[in-house]
C-alpha cells in the first residue's frame, strides 16, 4: 500500500515537473515576460531580505545634523527631512507595501472564490442575493470605497488589508462565478454528481480548477492594483501610519520638499512603477499563455 | 436620503447638497478634460501600433501605454508639478480657477492635473485600442473593403476604427471609476477644490454626512456612465437594439 503511494507521489511529482518545463518553453518566448517575471522576484526578495540590506534603521535612525542630503555613498538615495535614510525607507516600505498587497488579494480572492463557487453553482435566489450585493458593492470605484472603509475603521496596516479585500472581493466573485456558469453543466460534472459526489467535492476539486487560469491573470492584475492602491492611500494619510515606512508615505513626505529635495519623490515613485511594470508585464504574459484567446 | 435631503457637514454647518454643487464643476471639468486627454493620445497610438503590428511603431506605442499604466498619477503628478511648475514655471503648481470667471486661466490650472490623470487611462485605452483593431483588420469584411479599392484612411478610420469602438468604449466606461478615484489623489497633490479634495478632508474631520454625500454622489456618477456606455453600443453597432422585445 504505502509503495503504491509512493509511486503514485512520484508520478505526480514527475507531471508537475514536466508540466512546468512545458510553462516555461511557452512563457519563455516572450521576453518581456520572463523580464517582468524577474522584476517581480526580485522585488519580492528584497521585500524579504529588507532587514538585512537596510544599511540603517528607517525609523529609529534620525540624524538632525544630516537633514535632506543628497544621494552619496553612505545615503544612497539621501536622506530625508529627520536624516533618515531613504534607501533604507525604500526598502522596508517595499516588505510593507508588497506584505499589505499581497495579503490583501489572496483574501480577496479567498472570499470571492467562495462567493463565485456558491454563487454560480446553486444559482436561483442564493445566486439572485449574493449577485446583487456584488453589484452594490462594485458601484462604487475602488478606491473611493476603501478610502470610505478606512474613514470607517480607522487607518493602520490591518485595516488597509481588510478595506482592499473588501474592494476587491466582488471582482473575483464575478469572475468566479462566470466560470463556475460556464462549467457546472458540462458532462463530467453530471457524471460526478450522478456518481454520489458531495457538492463540496465538486466544487472544490472539479469545478475550482477551471478558474485557476483567470484568476491568476487577475490576482497579478489586482496585485499591481493592489499596491498602487496602498500607495495612494498611504499618500493622502489614510494608509500605514507614520513613522511606520511605505512607499506611498515617503512620497508623501517628500512632497514638501520637492524642490530641495527632489530624491525623496522620485526613488519611491520609480520602486512602485518598477513594481507595477513587472507585474503587467508578467501578467501579460500569463495571459498570453494560459488564454491564447486574448493575446 | 430618498428625499434628496443628504443632511448637513459636521464641520461648515452647510448642506450637503450645497457642498456637492459647489464642489463638483471642478471634478467634472478635471475628469473631462483628462478623458479628452487619453483619448487623444490613446486612439491614434493605439491605430498606429495596430497598423504597423509587430514593428518599432507598435513596440514603442506599447512602451508609452505600458508606462502609462505604471507610472501611478499621484507620483507623475509631482513628477509634472517639479519639471513644469517649479523649474520651468510653464503652469502653476496648485489651484483652480472657474472657467466663467477666465477660460486661459481655467485650462493653465488643470491641464497638468488632467495630464496626470489621464495618462493612465491613456495607457488603458491604447492597449485595448491596439488589441480591438487588431481582431477586426482580420476580418473578411476589411478585405473585401481592400479588394474593392478602399483606401487605407477609409479602411482604417470609417471602418475598423467604428467596428473596434466597442470594447474600447467599454474599458473607458468600466475605467470611468479609475479616474473618480483619481481625482481624489490629484486633487489633493494640486489644491483642486474638487469633490475629491472634500472627501479627504471629510474624513479628517470624521464629517460623516459630508463623506456620506460624496461617495453616494460619485455612486451615482458611476452607475450613469455605465448607462451612457450602453447607450453608445447601440450607436457603433446598429445591431445593438434596446426596444427588441
Redesign the interface.
Given at each position: 500500500m504505502e509503495y503504491v503511494e509512493i509511486t503514485k507521489e512520484a508520478e505526480k511529482k514527475g507531471q508537475f515537473a514536466e508540466q512546468m518545463r512545458a510553462f516555461w518553453k511557452v512563457f519563455s518566448i516572450r521576453k518581456t515576460a520572463v523580464f517582468g517575471l524577474a522584476i517581480v522576484c526580485f522585488v519580492i526578495l528584497i521585500a524579504i531580505l529588507a532587514p538585512l540590506l537596510a544599511p540603517f534603521d528607517p525609523v529609529e535612525d534620525v540624524d538632525y545634523g544630516n537633514r535632506i542630503a543628497n544621494p552619496s555613498a553612505t545615503h544612497l538615495f539621501g536622506t530625508d527631512e529627520f536624516g533618515r535614510d531613504i534607501f533604507s525607507r525604500v526598502l522596508m516600505g517595499a516588505q510593507v507595501s508588497i506584505a499589505i498587497s499581497v495579503s490583501a488579494v489572496t483574501i480577496s480572492a479567498a472570499i470571492g472564490i467562495v462567493i463565485g463557487l456558491i454563487s454560480g453553482y446553486y444559482g436561483r435566489w442564493v445566486d439572485n442575493v449574493l449577485m446583487r450585493i456584488v453589484d452594490g458593492l462594485m458601484?462604487?470605484?475602488?478606491?473611493?470605497?476603501a478610502?470610505?472603509l478606512?474613514?470607517a475603521l480607522g487607518n493602520n496596516m490591518g485595516n488597509i488589508i481588510v478595506a482592499l479585500a473588501v474592494v476587491y472581493a466582488p471582482l473575483f466573485a464575478r469572475l468566479v462565478r462566470g466560470t463556475v456558469l460556464s462549467v457546472k453543466n458540462k458532462e463530467y460534472v453530471e457524471a460526478i454528481q450522478v456518481m454520489g459526489g458531495s457538492h463540496i467535492r465538486i466544487l472544490f476539486k472539479h469545478i475550482l480548477p477551471n478558474c485557476l487560469s483567470p484568476l491568476l491573470i487577475q490576482m497579478t492584475t489586482y496585485f499591481?492594483y493592489a499596491i498602487?492602491a496602498e500607495?495612494?492611500l498611504s499618500?493622502?494619510?489614510?494608509g500605514v501610519p507614520q513613522p511606520e515606512p511605505s512607499w506611498g508615505n515617503i512620497?508623501y513626505d517628500?512632497?514638501q520638499y520637492?524642490?530641495e529635495a527632489?530624491w525623496i519623490?522620485?526613488f519611491p515613485?520609480v520602486a512602485?512603477?518598477?513594481t507595477?511594470?513587472g507585474l503587467?508585464?508578467l501578467g501579460d504574459g500569463l495571459r498570453d499563455y494560459l488564454d491564447p484567446r486574448?493575446k | 436620503m430618498l428625499s434628496g435631503d443628504l443632511g448637513h457637514s459636521l464641520v461648515s454647518d452647510k448642506e450637503v447638497l450645497t457642498l456637492l454643487w459647489e464642489r463638483l464643476p471642478a471634478t467634472m471639468a478635471l475628469i473631462m478634460y483628462a478623458l479628452l486627454i487619453s483619448v487623444v493620445i490613446a486612439i491614434p497610438l493605439g491605430i498606429i501600433s495596430a497598423v504597423r503590428h509587430n514593428t518599432r511603431w507598435d513596440y514603442g506605442a506599447m512602451l508609452i501605454a505600458l508606462i502609462g499604466v505604471s507610472v501611478p498619477n499621484f507620483w507623475a503628478g509631482l513628477l509634472l508639478i517639479m519639471t513644469f511648475s517649479l523649474h520651468l514655471g510653464w503652469f502653476p503648481s496648485t489651484g483652480y480657477v472657474d472657467v466663467t470667471q477666465n477660460l486661459w486661466k481655467h485650462l493653465e490650472h488643470l491641464a497638468l492635473p488632467a495630464f496626470a490623470l489621464g495618462f493612465l487611462q491613456a495607457g488603458i485605452v491604447t492597449r485595448m485600442t491596439r488589441s480591438s483593431m487588431l481582431e477586426v483588420l482580420k476580418q473578411d469584411y476589411i478585405c473585401t473593403i481592400r479588394a474593392k479599392g478602399g483606401t487605407e484612411k477609409v479602411v482604417i478610420l470609417k471602418h475598423a476604427l467604428k467596428n473596434s469602438m466597442i470594447p474600447i468604449i467599454t474599458i473607458i466606461g468600466i475605467n470611468f471609476g479609475l479616474l473618480l478615484g483619481g481625482t481624489v489623489v490629484v486633487e489633493t497633490i494640486f489644491s483642486i477644490p474638487g469633490i475629491g479634495q472634500l472627501l479627504v478632508q471629510s474624513v479628517f474631520n470624521r464629517d460623516y454626512p459630508v463623506i456620506q454625500g460624496v461617495i453616494l454622489c460619485v455612486a451615482v456618477i458611476y452607475v450613469l456612465i455605465s448607462l451612457v456606455v450602453d447607450l453608445l453600443y447601440a450607436y457603433f453597432d446598429p445591431k445593438i437594439d434596446y426596444n427588441e422585445g
Open positions: 458601484s462604487f470605484p475602488p478606491i473611493l470605497f478610502i470610505a478606512m474613514a499591481a498602487l500607495a495612494s499618500f493622502i494619510g489614510l512620497l517628500g512632497r520637492m524642490l527632489p519623490t522620485v515613485g512602485i512603477a518598477v507595477v511594470l503587467n508585464l486574448m | -
